[in-house]
């Protein structure tokens, strides 16, 4: 999978609106017309809070959405970094730089129907990925996963297939035991493809089922991220190499989104 080569800026952007969709989940909109018209499905943004030393790294957020001249992200609370941002007002500036990454591939017909799998957070890139994918009139079907009810997001979503671990809502099991269940109805939509993005543990299982049934796949890995441009070595995860080997890359220069081939299962 070729990286495609886009133009990075790093510049002050303004909070448009942020608005909570769960209870530690909200969806912040920044002008940043430079970012907005490079950014491709799969690409994020490394984000410095605030001019204090406190917290010290930014922090890489997927590119939710993009209308005009703004970018969406989704950001979950989870630390002081991520609690600044979700407390952040309209007309506050951040320092964004951005689009990072290698994004998803989405052109050419080597697919009929794309499956967008995720669970947790990993539904972040999924809505412009769907956007991107209906544009180009491919089917999308999304399969969502977590633990309860309560954990998932469907933030945009269309033609959502639910699973949870504790049947609260959906299919009753793991995002991949609810694939395994629909495979046979799938494979008649025609050619797929996966896409996929959430915790490690849910991609290597999404990597293995789409290995077993002959089906290509793309995931986007979570990393910390804190120079986004290959200098500080934080995101380097190990993948299998052609030869049967294996090889240490930078999720900030080559990922986020690798081939599933590439995972170490």
Do not use: W
Not at 12 to 41: G, L, Q
Not at 104 to 128: E, R
Not at 173 to 197: H, P, S, Y
Request: aromatic share 4%; with cysteine.
């Amino acid at each position: 999978m070729m990286q495609e080569i886009v133009p990075i800026a790093d510049i002050p952007a303004a909070i448009i609106s942020s608005r909570k969709i769960s209870r530690d989940v909200s969806i912040i909109t920044f002008e940043s017309p430079e970012i907005a018209a490079a950014a491709r499905p799969g690409n994020f943004v490394n984000i410095k809070v605030n001019a204090s030393t406190q917290p010290l790294l930014r922090r890489p957020f997927s590119i939710h959405n993009v209308e005009g001249s703004t970018i969406d992200i989704m950001a979950k609370t989870v630390g002081c970094g991520t609690a600044i941002l979700a407390d952040s007002a309209c007309g506050d500036t951040m320092q964004v730089l951005g689009p990072l990454g290698n994004g998803f591939t989405t052109s050419g017909s080597t697919f009929d129907t794309a499956l967008l799998v995720s669970g947790g957070i990993g539904t972040a890139p999924m809505f412009f990925l769907e956007k991107k994918l209906t544009e180009q009139k491919t089917a999308c079907i999304n399969f969502i996963g977590g633990r309860t009810s309560e954990d998932l997001l469907r933030y945009n979503l269309s033609n959502c297939r639910i699973a949870t671990d504790d049947g609260s809502e959906g299919f009753r099991g793991t995002v991949v035991d609810l694939l395994e269940n629909d495979i046979g109805q799938m494979q008649e939509n025609g050619r797929l493809k996966v896409f996929a993005c959430g915790p490690n543990p849910m991609l290597k299982a999404v990597a293995a089922f789409c290995r077993k049934h002959n089906i290509p796949c793309e995931v986007s890995l979570e990393s910390v991220m804190g120079c986004g441009i290959g200098i500080c070595y934080g995101c380097s995860v190990e993948v299998t190499t052609p030869g049967g080997g294996t090889e240490s890359i930078l999720l900030c220069r080559e990922g986020p989104v690798i081939d599933a081939d590439r995972l170490v299962l």
